[in-house]
């Protein structure tokens, strides 16, 4: 649910994108065009970004963020929201920031810093977005296969992509994780428990942590770091106030493997496939039990779909592929299995024709055998 699903929309709305590039912001420049954008302090973009509704919106851009003047739009809260007005540092789109050196390689990244400042209202449904984007390789166009969300404040009964799959703290906070995939990208959210009205924090720490759950390595792009809001329900008054990003190479460069990676060769397994089919959908629930004598740490699954088959979502993974050879990676939290233990993923997906399941499975390189 979220304005990543403008990949639905493809390149060719994103392409009046450039119809709308305004030159830098004088204070309480007001932009009601659909993606209309202009830039603040020849540094960062600010953007309109309409995309779920046809209903208008507008925004006040200043000289340090932007508030949102008018929101008509209604978005259904089980669904996705209707906008993400948003001020950014990187490459969205094919639009990238002024001066920018983004994308820049994870393992090439000393620092990443940021600082932002909201102001919220009472009895609209929203939240308080704070983005960051990376892709397996350096993207300037069209969305990226991996999603970092924070957010700040949540107003309504909304929620993020996926489902809860633990608690973390991260710079010194506590967060609750969500993990799953909107169909278009792969989306890890950080929710806060209660609304953040402003932070100065490391944008390597959230990276690090997606890192360490397996859905992305240091050979990744960061390509950009965004806030803004996600309105679902009016949302007139809500307002970046600040906003500042930094991200300095040096790193060590090079592409690394994530510490994750699993070693091959050395598993004994066994893979339970269940599924449930309708129509021209199914879903399919996969247990991979240890039956070695030794615990796994990092695995990688690989199977093959029957032809005419397609992954549209999956959950407690990171999937490479969408049909025929797929690789099903631990998202982090499940990576390790103890000997004699089992840990379970999903997906969902359709096909055509007969439904078949796949014949074979291999464990970190090592064939299963089936139940």
């Not at 050196?101 to 909201?118: C, E, K, M, R």
């Not at 009895?123 to 069209?142: C, F, H, Q, R, V």
């Not at 999956?314 to 103890?338: C, E």
């Amino acid at each position: 649910m979220r304005r990543s699903l403008l990949a639905l929309l493809a390149l060719g709305v994103f392409a009046a994108v450039g119809l709308f590039l305004a030159g830098p912001a004088q204070a309480d420049t007001r932009i009601c065009e659909q993606y209309g954008t202009t830039t603040v302090g020849g540094r960062y973009t600010v953007m309109n970004n309409r995309w779920g509704t046809s209903a208008e919106q507008c925004i006040n851009v200043t000289g340090s963020g932007f508030s949102i003047a008018s929101q008509q739009g209604t978005g259904s809260t089980s669904g996705a929201p209707v906008s993400y007005p948003a001020i950014y540092f990187g490459c969205h789109y094919g639009n990238c920031s002024p001066g920018t050196n983004l994308p820049l390689q994870v393992s090439a990244i000393s620092s990443a810093t940021s600082s932002i400042g909201y102001t919220y209202v009472s009895g609209a449904t929203y939240d308080a977005a704070y983005d960051i984007w990376l892709d397996p390789s350096p993207k300037k166009t069209g969305v990226n296969a991996q999603e970092i969300m924070i957010w700040f404040n949540r107003q309504g009964s909304i929620q993020p992509i996926g489902s809860k799959v633990a608690t973390a703290t991260i710079g010194g906070r506590s967060w609750d994780v969500w993990q799953g995939s909107n169909g278009s990208n792969a989306v890890v959210s950080y929710v806060a428990p209660s609304p953040i009205s402003s932070w100065s924090f490391s944008v390597l720490d959230f990276v690090n942590d997606v890192k360490n759950r397996g859905a992305i390595t240091s050979s990744w792009y960061l390509t950009s770091i965004q806030a803004g809001f996600e309105p679902w329900i009016g949302g007139a008054g809500l307002a970046v106030t600040s906003f500042s990003a930094s991200v300095n190479g040096g790193g060590g460069g090079g592409p690394t493997t994530s510490p994750s990676t699993p070693s091959t060769g050395s598993s004994a397994c066994r893979v339970t496939y269940g599924t449930n089919v309708w129509n021209s959908g199914f879903t399919a629930t996969v247990t991979v039990a240890n039956t070695g004598n030794t615990a796994i740490n990092g695995w990688s699954l690989g199977f093959t779909l029957p032809s005419g088959q397609s992954v549209t979502g999956s959950w407690n993974t990171t999937l490479s592929g969408t049909s025929g050879a797929i690789t099903a990676r631990d998202a982090g939290h499940n990576g390790s299995i103890p000997a004699g233990g089992s840990t379970s993923f999903g997906f969902q997906g359709t096909y055509g024709g007969s439904f078949a399941s796949p014949s074979a499975f291999t464990l970190n390189g090592t064939a299963c055998t089936t139940a």
